[in-house]
């Protein structure tokens, strides 16, 4: 996710605040605000937030995505960021743990309830990145372009470089014109345990030897 200088971030689902508070201390961004429904995770963002002394750049906010609208108004903000829940209710075996359930199955919103609302909170020509399973792709193309939000770039990321992307990183526009971009992919690991050198970067990890 590209943030400039001054821009107003929303997380979408911010569970304990990772993404955040590693936006504050990498990019420019003006304010970031963190929206979480599970009222356990909001308290554990706000006192990562404390800890890390970031309080005055970055809001966590307890309520339900499917009211984002309502809770920060329409135009609110220059970038929507989200990593929701990537299996639909009726997917997969659903952890017993309602609050892990929640956070990995759409339990509470769905994928149409995510860009709706993002596309009322971004201003126009705001931009928008998730984190999504592969497996959705034709999904969620036809649902970003259907809420007006216009892929403009991809980037799928592969556990290893010899097996198929298993995640995609999207970029969207809102009210841009229909152009996007495949970036090259993002490999993950090198061998098992040993990262590439692109994630050592990403992460700030020295390169184990």
């Keep these: 996710a590209k943030v ?28 970031f605000t963190g929206l979480e429904i599970q009222e356990e995770f909001a308290e554990m963002a706000g006192r990562s937030v404390l800890l890390n002394g970031q309080e005055d750049r970055i809001s ?25 829940p990537y299996m639909v209710d009726d997917h997969g075996l659903k952890n017993p743990d309602q609050r892990k359930a929640i956070a990995r199955h759409e339990v509470l919103c ?20 998730l984190v999504h399973r592969t497996y959705r792709m034709a999904e969620i193309m036809h649902q970003l372009v259907e809420h007006g939000l216009e892929p403009k770039r991809v980037r799928f990321v592969h556990p ?19 152009r996007i971009k495949i ?27």
Excluded at 9 to 30: F, H, K, N, S
Excluded at 65 to 82: H, L
Excluded at 160 to 178: F, Q, T, W
């Design 183 to 209: 970036e090259p992919p993002l490999i993950v690991y090198e061998k098992p345990g040993v990262y590439t050198d692109e994630i050592y970067d990403i992460y700030g990890y020295e390169r184990k030897e």
């Design 60 to 84: 966590i906010v307890c309520g339900d995505i499917k009211e984002a609208s309502s809770i920060f108004g329409t135009d609110s903000f220059d970038v929507v960021v989200s990593n929701p």
């Design 4 to 31: 400039s200088k001054k821009e107003n971030v929303l997380d979408m689902g911010t569970g304990t605040g990772i993404i955040p508070i590693l936006m504050e201390a990498r990019t420019e961004g003006g304010h």
């Design 110 to 129: 769905d994928l149409t309830d995510l860009l709706r609302e993002t596309k009322k909170v971004l201003k126009n020509k705001g931009r928008f990145y």
């Design 160 to 178: 290893y470089v010899d097996k198929e992307p298993n995640i995609m990183l999207i970029e969207a526009m809102k009210g841009a014109k229909s």
